[in-house]
């Protein structure tokens, strides 16, 4: 795996205070950064440009998973032939992705899972069992975290589990992608600093995810 062949993918609203330090740790690993400014009102595009990213820009805020989605199709299509994605908010590591890179010789994606810890807010954590529990029962996959972002995939797999999800259900979309192709996978565990425990996934976004895997479990059948 060569790192020229090997680039990050990075969605960001309003994340101008990590947006930088992110970018250039990753950049030690991968050979571009792409950074997708979600519609941001702060510095995050100005920033991510300065600290040697690819920045592509959406006018308005149309949610991650169409960032992600935008940054991966422009990755696709200039070349990448491994991508990395991770989040903009200094929650993950990018000393992790050698690590990803390393599962992904073997596999078609390679997921990560926060440690268990106190300071996992307890609805993310009670969360994260109730998806992962619905991810094994509805597609047969077993996750210990289905909602942790930082996921590495090849060309190859990102064109058989490129999601419709706008919001954050693109997350557990993909995952029942990856049941329906039955794709290779693998799982690694990472350390994740909880900046914002508000952030993320919440209760209610929980509920319509569940539902969401249900719905196309049940009505896209062999669609997906």
């Given at each position: 795996?060569?790192?020229?062949?090997?680039?990050?993918?990075?969605?960001?609203?309003?994340?101008?205070?990590?947006?930088?330090?992110?970018?250039?740790?990753?950049?030690?690993?991968?050979?571009?950064?792409?950074?997708?400014?979600?519609?941001?009102?702060?510095?995050?595009?100005?920033?991510?440009?300065?600290?040697?990213?690819?920045?592509?820009?959406?006018?308005?805020?149309?949610?991650?998973?169409?960032?992600?989605?935008?940054?991966?199709?422009?990755?696709?299509?200039n070349g990448a032939k491994f991508i990395i994605v991770l989040d903009a908010d200094a929650q993950h590591n990018p000393d992790d992705i050698p690590r990803l890179g390393e599962k992904l010789e073997?596999?078609?994606?390679?997921f990560s899972y926060r440690k268990l810890s106190g300071k996992m807010p307890l609805v993310l954590r009670f969360g994260n069992w109730f998806i992962s529990s619905a991810a094994k029962f509805l597609?047969?996959?077993?996750?210990?975290?289905?909602?942790?972002?930082?996921?590495?995939?090849?060309?190859?797999?990102?064109?058989?589990?490129?999601?419709?999800?706008?919001?954050?259900?693109?997350?557990?979309?993909?995952?029942?992608?990856?049941?329906?192709?039955?794709?290779?996978?693998?799982?690694?565990?990472?350390?994740?600093?909880?900046?914002?425990?508000?952030?993320?996934?919440?209760?209610?976004?929980?509920?319509?995810?569940?539902?969401?895997?249900?719905?196309?479990?049940?009505?896209?059948?062999?669609?997906?």
């Open positions: 795996m060569k790192i020229k062949e090997i680039w990050a993918v990075i969605p960001a609203y309003n994340e101008e205070r990590n947006i930088a330090s992110i970018i250039k740790k990753a950049k030690k690993y991968v050979g571009n950064v792409v950074l997708v400014d979600d519609g941001s009102r702060d510095k995050s595009a100005k920033y991510g440009k300065v600290a040697g990213a690819i920045v592509l820009r959406h006018i308005v805020n149309l949610g991650k998973g169409s960032a992600l989605k935008t940054g991966c199709d422009f990755a696709v299509k073997n596999n078609d994606i390679v597609y047969g996959i077993n996750l210990k975290d289905t909602q942790c972002g930082f996921r590495a995939f090849t060309k190859e797999a990102y064109k058989k589990i490129r999601w419709n999800a706008s919001d954050y259900s693109m997350e557990s979309e993909m995952i029942s992608r990856v049941g329906k192709q039955r794709l290779k996978y693998a799982q690694i565990p990472i350390e994740t600093i909880y900046s914002d425990k508000y952030k993320g996934t919440t209760v209610i976004d929980g509920i319509k995810i569940v539902l969401n895997m249900l719905w196309w479990k049940l009505a896209n059948g062999n669609k997906l």
